[in-house]
DNA sequence: GCGGATCAC
DNA sequence: TATGGTGATCCGC
């Protein structure tokens, strides 16, 4: 994490002449986990210190930790900035955005999360019992998937390459991963969750969230007797141990699952008081969506560490990030989490990628390229997919990802239309020293807000909510997990309707991303503009037909360069006017005034507008004329048909109140509960 | 729409 | 010797 960053916040980081470097070198795999308890985590940072030490990985690591140095930095400045009136103005919008979050908290449902144990290397312990009680690690040299409880006794962690792994643990079984062997078994764990939950959520192989509410309810029992008598099923009908956690919504149930693991449970009720203080000491990193970055940052410009202080830096969060992050990081405050019933969704990408020992060999790449483009294909035809956008992610031999994408007027998913494309993606980044290729396909055929077509961006207040939630992105299937297959109804990114978040009288920014240089001079770029084409074309050519024969559409692509591309095959942006809240107060399309807050009438204010496009559709066809404001009412009565059964979905009955409602009682000294 | 970054498992 | 693969989201352009 912070290799060069000993900071003033951080004060007991002693980064004098490179005394104890290793401290500073954060690996993802040193946060505390289960079953690292006895560990020596010293000792353990010295060796991946040491064994990183110098590589290429490590000074990529070194130059992603510099860029957030410079983040930190920036965030300090916008820190020290803000004048008193900035904040007492934060501090207001903060406490109105608290409310409104905590009018939305629903302590009606019971969720558990169900957790297994050291999944993979339970498994392959199960299959060959001769591995029981030794160290043991599922993965290769290069990487590590999961590690057993004895393994971890000596670091060994999950995402740690082998290598190191074996430095710490010289006795360290390896066996590698058989990914038929744990859906087989991830299948009979469902069919007992499948009991308790039809519709629960599989989050991946080993984890699952199910909504107890109703088997609570229906046998009379409480929530930890569901948990206890669940985790009994599950080891007798697998032999594999898992860990349950049982809370009010999600976010909180997966917390809760990794207090008592193994083999073990918490159970959090469904109270306000109990949520609070169980939030209040939570570290931040505990949270699904806040990574090591988010934490770190967090840390060294506010000081935050744990949830209760995400609500005592409110005013600076509001100033310094954009609307949807201080959301969730109030959320998080508050101990907000979905409770909502699953969402199915559609995928909305489908990728491959892979790694080798890197090479700058042309003729190789392509064939790699080729390699890729067939399995995808495969991969899609097998789905029934065809997209528009393909993206070709590249890994230089020093670590750095690119990515390069195109969009396409056409949807293809046959190997040659991919490898096509992606082989004039490729070509415009060579020369070029490479350790990985990867493939993307998105933009689906069928996508439902695909393209441009008129759709009403602006969320309901509770959608927007019910999105901030941590865990929005985590309930998708898995490439093995046949169980979940999805529609969503409000398929929107918050993002898409939001702007800039500075208020209007402020005039200080509130850009928080230092977007500065990414190793992309303009001479790299000029480079690769001068070999864009193919030095080697008969040998590429040769290379990419041995593996795989095409008949003519390579003679095709060697013809194509990048500018026929752009006129030929490229859209252009097209650009459909869609609402939004211009600096988060200003209409974009009548430039009226409505504070954030003021939710209600801002989704009455984008029905209108709706309701006057739809108008004007509809017009067109009668060869009628224009909207005038004055029937607003009953054009937003017609959009409020319309929309209402998407508002019914999305607000839980008797959850749902006014924002004036809140304010009343604020200014009456009465918390709402 | 593109590209970089972050996150989870 | 040696640091993964898949999918999603957000932000600033």
Same mark, same amino acid.
């Given at each position: 994490?912070?290799?060069?960053?000993?900071?003033?916040?951080? %004060?007991?980081? #002693?980064?004098?002449?490179?005394?104890?470097?290793?401290?500073?070198?954060?690996?993802?795999?040193?946060?505390?986990?289960?079953?690292?308890?006895?560990?020596?985590?010293?000792?353990?940072?010295?060796?991946?210190?040491?064994? @990183?030490? %110098?590589?290429?990985?490590?000074?990529?690591?070194?130059?992603?930790?510099?860029?957030? *140095?410079?983040?930190?930095?920036?965030?300090?400045?916008? !820190?020290?900035?803000?004048?008193?009136?900035?904040?007492?103005?934060?501090?207001?919008?903060?406490?109105?955005?608290?409310?409104?979050?905590?009018?939305?908290?629903d302590l009606s449902r019971i969720w558990l999360h169900v957790d297994m144990d050291?999944f993979?290397?339970?498994v392959? #312990?199960? $299959?060959?019992?001769?591995?029981?009680?030794?160290?043991?690690?599922?993965?290769?040299? @290069?990487?590590?998937?999961?590690?057993?409880?004895?393994?971890?006794?000596?670091?060994?962690?999950?995402?740690?390459?082998?290598?190191?792994?074996?430095?710490?643990?010289?006795?360290?079984?390896?066996?590698?991963?058989?990914f038929n062997?744990y859906t087989h078994y991830s299948d009979l764990t469902r069919t007992v969750f499948r009991r308790y939950d039809p519709n629960f959520m599989a989050a991946s192989l080993d984890e699952a969230y199910l909504d107890i509410t109703e088997v609570c309810k229906r046998r009379n029992i409480k929530s930890e007797e569901i948990a206890e008598e669940l985790r009994t099923s599950v080891y007798e009908e697998t032999g594999l141990t898992c860990s349950a956690g049982v809370a009010p919504n999600r976010l909180l149930a997966k917390v809760c699952s990794?207090?008592?693991?193994?083999?073990?449970q918490y159970v959090l009720p469904n109270?306000?008081?109990?949520?609070?203080?169980?939030?209040?000491?939570?570290?931040?990193? /505990?949270?699904g969506?806040?990574?090591?970055?988010?934490?770190?940052?967090?840390?060294?410009?506010?000081?935050?560490? #744990?949830?209760?202080?995400?609500?005592?830096? =409110?005013?600076?969060?509001?100033?310094?990030?954009?609307?949807?992050?201080?959301?969730?990081?109030?959320?998080?405050?508050?101990?907000?989490g979905k409770t909502d019933s699953p969402e199915v969704r559609f995928r909305?990408?489908?990728?491959?990628?892979?790694?080798?020992?890197?090479?700058?060999?042309?003729?190789?790449?392509?064939?790699?390229?080729?390699?890729?483009?067939?399995?995808?294909?495969?991969?899609?035809?097998?789905e029934?997919? !065809?997209?528009?956008?393909?993206?070709?992610?590249?890994?230089? $031999?020093?670590?750095?990802?690119?990515?390069? =994408?195109?969009?396409?007027?056409?949807?293809?998913?046959?190997?040659?239309?991919?490898?096509?494309?992606?082989?004039?993606?490729?070509?415009?980044?060579?020369?070029?020293?490479?350790?990985?290729?990867?493939?993307?396909?998105?933009?689906?055929?069928?996508?439902?807000?695909?393209?441009?077509?008129?759709?009403?961006?602006?969320?309901?207040?509770t959608d +927007?909510?019910a999105s901030?939630d941590a865990d929005r992105n985590r309930f998708l299937p898995d490439v093995a997990d046949h169980d979940f297959v999805s529609h969503t109804e409000t398929n929107?990114?918050?993002?898409? !309707?939001?702007?800039?978040?500075?208020?209007?009288?402020?005039?200080?920014?509130?850009?928080?991303?230092?977007?500065?240089?990414?190793?992309?001079?303009?001479?790299?770029?000029?480079?690769?503009?001068?070999?864009?084409?193919?030095?080697?074309?008969?040998?590429?050519?040769?290379?990419?037909?041995? *593996? +795989?024969?095409?008949? %003519?559409?390579?003679?095709? #692509?060697?013809?194509?360069?990048?500018?026929?591309?752009?006129?030929?095959?490229?859209?252009?942006?097209?650009?459909?006017?869609?609402?939004?809240?211009?600096?988060?107060?200003?209409?974009?399309?009548?430039?009226?005034?409505?504070?954030?807050?003021?939710?209600?009438?801002?989704?009455?204010?984008?029905?209108?507008?709706?309701?006057?496009?739809?108008?004007?559709?509809?017009?067109?066809?009668?060869?009628?004329? @224009?909207?005038?404001?004055?029937?607003?009412?009953? /054009?937003?009565?017609?959009?409020?048909?319309?929309?209402?059964k998407k508002?019914k979905l999305s607000q839980k009955e008797g959850s749902?109140?006014?924002?004036?409602?809140?304010?009343?009682?604020?200014?009456?000294?009465?918390?709402? @509960?």
């Amino acid at each position: 994490m912070a290799m060069a960053t000993a900071t003033a916040t951080e %004060g007991t980081e #002693t980064n004098d002449d490179g005394a104890r470097p290793w401290q500073s070198y954060h690996t993802v795999y040193t946060t505390a986990k289960a079953g690292m308890d006895g560990v020596d985590k010293e000792k353990v940072q010295r060796t991946v210190y040491e064994m @990183s030490k %110098g590589s290429k990985y490590f000074q990529n690591e070194e130059r992603k930790d510099a860029f957030i *140095t410079q983040k930190i930095d920036k965030l300090r400045t916008q !820190c020290d900035k803000l004048t008193q009136a900035d904040l007492s103005h934060f501090q207001k919008v903060a406490d109105r955005r608290i409310l409104e979050l905590e009018a939305l908290r629903d302590l009606s449902r019971i969720w558990l999360h169900v957790d297994m144990d050291a999944f993979y290397a339970a498994v392959e #312990t199960l $299959s060959n019992p001769t591995l029981k009680g030794k160290p043991m690690a599922v993965g290769s040299m @290069s990487m590590i998937s999961t590690a057993n409880y004895e393994a971890r006794k000596f670091g060994v962690r999950a995402a740690m390459p082998g290598f190191i792994a074996r430095k710490l643990c010289p006795e360290l079984i390896f066996v590698p991963t058989d990914f038929n062997k744990y859906t087989h078994y991830s299948d009979l764990t469902r069919t007992v969750f499948r009991r308790y939950d039809p519709n629960f959520m599989a989050a991946s192989l080993d984890e699952a969230y199910l909504d107890i509410t109703e088997v609570c309810k229906r046998r009379n029992i409480k929530s930890e007797e569901i948990a206890e008598e669940l985790r009994t099923s599950v080891y007798e009908e697998t032999g594999l141990t898992c860990s349950a956690g049982v809370a009010p919504n999600r976010l909180l149930a997966k917390v809760c699952s990794d207090i008592n693991k193994p083999n073990g449970q918490y159970v959090l009720p469904n109270d306000r008081m109990a949520v609070m203080t169980f939030i209040s000491s939570l570290p931040i990193r /505990k949270i699904g969506g806040i990574g090591k970055v988010t934490e770190h940052i967090l840390k060294a410009v506010f000081g935050i560490n #744990t949830c209760e202080q995400m609500l005592e830096k =409110a005013s600076y969060l509001c100033a310094l990030f954009s609307q949807s992050t201080a959301d969730f990081f109030f959320s998080v405050g508050l101990g907000l989490g979905k409770t909502d019933s699953p969402e199915v969704r559609f995928r909305k990408s489908i990728s491959n990628e892979r790694t080798f020992s890197a090479t700058e060999d042309e003729v190789l790449l392509y064939k790699k390229l080729a390699e890729l483009a067939e399995m995808l294909s495969t991969d899609m035809q097998k789905e029934g997919l !065809c997209g528009r956008t393909l993206t070709l992610k590249l890994k230089t $031999s020093s670590f750095e990802v690119r990515t390069r =994408a195109m969009t396409l007027r056409k949807y293809i998913s046959s190997r040659e239309d991919i490898l096509k494309h992606a082989s004039e993606l490729l070509k415009a980044e060579l020369p070029l020293s490479v350790r990985l290729i990867g493939l993307r396909m998105s933009h689906f055929d069928g996508d439902k807000y695909g393209g441009s077509t008129s759709n009403p961006k602006q969320k309901t207040i509770t959608d +927007f909510i019910a999105s901030v939630d941590a865990d929005r992105n985590r309930f998708l299937p898995d490439v093995a997990d046949h169980d979940f297959v999805s529609h969503t109804e409000t398929n929107v990114s918050i993002g898409s !309707c939001q702007t800039s978040r500075d208020p209007a009288d402020g005039n200080h920014s509130s850009d928080v991303n230092c977007q500065s240089g990414t190793g992309w001079s303009s001479e790299e770029i000029q480079t690769s503009g001068n070999n864009a084409s193919c030095s080697n074309y008969g040998q590429v050519k040769e290379a990419v037909e041995s *593996t +795989f024969p095409i008949q %003519g559409q390579f003679e095709d #692509t060697s013809t194509l360069n990048l500018s026929n591309l752009l006129d030929d095959e490229r859209l252009n942006s097209c650009e459909d006017k869609t609402m939004l809240w211009l600096n988060d107060y200003k209409c974009s399309l009548c430039g009226i005034e409505l504070p954030p807050s003021f939710a209600e009438e801002r989704l009455e204010h984008s029905d209108f507008h709706l309701a006057e496009k739809l108008q004007k559709e509809e017009s067109r066809i009668h060869q009628r004329t @224009s909207v005038s404001s004055r029937s607003w009412d009953q /054009k937003n009565r017609i959009t409020r048909e319309r929309i209402s059964k998407k508002q019914k979905l999305s607000q839980k009955e008797g959850s749902y109140r006014p924002i004036d409602y809140f304010f009343l009682l604020k200014s009456n000294k009465n918390r709402p @509960s």
